[in-house]
């Protein structure tokens, strides 16, 4: 299932016509089917993780961090590792305070797993790939 990064829809993509790029089912925007992390805002995080049909990681970060820029490519490859099975959202702390804080997050980076609109793992903190990779895989995946 791959999430719409225009309106948010997650979508099946099936085998497409040759030569036929995925589009989203409701809004027809082009899809992006590579898994890459997606920028969401507060509102877009809520509804996001509440009606997600595949597990959520978040990376909670921000422009001036250091080590949420050391994160981002490893993040990165988690999800296009896992195109289709995980969706992989970015929340810039600064603009969504009110969604950490009522998450009790308080410093960053911060990752968390949600499955069926629950957490069900955090870290916080920058760790290396090998251990991320196989949080994800042992948390968002069990
Ligand atoms: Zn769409």
């Known amino acids: 299932m791959h999430r719409c990064a225009q309106c948010g829809t997650f ?44 597990p959520v990681l978040v990376d909670f970060w921000a422009p001036w961090c250091g080590p949420c820029r050391v994160a981002g490519p490893i993040i990165d490859a988690l999800g296009r590792a896992h195109a289709g099975q995980l ?11 009110q969604v950490l804080s009522g998450l009790g997050i308080s410093g960053i980076p911060t990752f968390v797993v949600f499955k069926g609109g629950r957490e069900v793992s955090r870290k916080t903190g920058l760790l290396p790939a090998p251990v991320l990779t196989k949080w994800v895989a042992d948390t968002a995946f069990r």
């Open 87 to 97: 969706a992989v959202l970015k929340l810039n702390a600064d603009t969504a305070p």
């Open 11 to 54: 979508n099946r993509v099936g085998a497409s016509p040759a030569g036929a790029a995925p589009i989203c089912g409701r809004c027809k925007a082009s899809l992006d089917t590579s898994g890459a992390p997606q920028d969401v805002t507060a509102e877009a995080f809520d509804k996001t993780v509440a009606g997600a049909p595949v």
